[in-house]
């Protein structure tokens, strides 16, 4: 993968963004999204945002190496403290990190008093806090993306600021992968699904089919053949 040739999770992230944007893109490593997006005249300018210096090197050298850094600036920031006023930055993109971390992110960003018009995240585990996160601080979430990379599901969420009322099913599977119902979509959770097989095997040989824990797991296989059905 290179700025040329983006990775599939990387380029349905790309599909995304908004054309003219000003991106920040946050925890960048090679920068190859902005740099790709730079390169397609898609955005108008990129602040590259990352918290250690070795990534951020990585990606001071991609953007040079294709003469990009008249319409871009790379800084050593933690998170969205890369982004400045002045950039009129409208369009942020997370990708690549635990929902965890991108919800930590956005919530320092809104302690700072930052808002953006567009926001595209793809956590690599953990989706449904950044969707609980998105629910219960003014932004809805517009439109959703599932792709598989290797043997890895990668979800893709678009945000913008409004008010929306999310379900526990919304935000646990995604209140657009659910009704697109994707092959990819299926995949994902078949394979959670014979991921929670192999635990019902190891608490029924430990005897614990009665347990709270049991139970619990026995939920969530339902839930999810129901969804999937």
């Known amino acids: 993968m290179d700025s040329t040739h983006l990775s599939t999770r990387l380029s349905a992230v790309a599909e995304f963004v908004p054309l003219g944007a000003r991106l920040a893109d946050i925890g960048s490593d090679h920068a190859y999204l902005p740099a790709n997006l730079l390169r397609n005249h898609k955005i108008t300018y990129a602040v590259v945002g990352e918290v250690a210096k070795g990534p951020l090197d990585n990606a001071a050298h991609e953007l040079r190496k294709h003469d990009l850094l008249a319409t871009s600036s790379v800084r050593l920031a933690d998170g969205l403290a890369a982004v400045k006023n002045t950039d009129a930055i409208d369009t ?69 600021p409004g008010n929306q009322i999310l379900s526990e099913i919304d935000i646990a599977f995604g209140p657009y992968l659910r009704i697109k119902k994707t092959s990819v979509f299926v995949a994902k959770w078949q394979k959670e699904r014979d991921r929670i097989m192999l635990i019902f095997k190891n608490l029924e040989s430990a005897g614990k089919t009665n347990t709270e824990n049991y139970k619990n797991w026995q939920a969530w296989y339902n839930q999810i053949n129901e969804v999937i059905s």
């Open 92 to 160: 942020i993109t997370i990708a690549g990190m635990g929902g965890i971390l991108i919800s930590d992110i956005l919530a320092a960003g809104t302690q700072r008093g930052q808002s953006f018009e567009t926001l595209i995240l793809q956590p690599n585990t953990d989706e449904s806090v950044v969707r609980r996160w998105l629910n219960t601080h003014n932004y809805v979430i517009t439109d959703e993306e599932i792709v598989q990379e290797d043997n890895h599901f990668y979800e893709i969420i678009l945000a913008k």
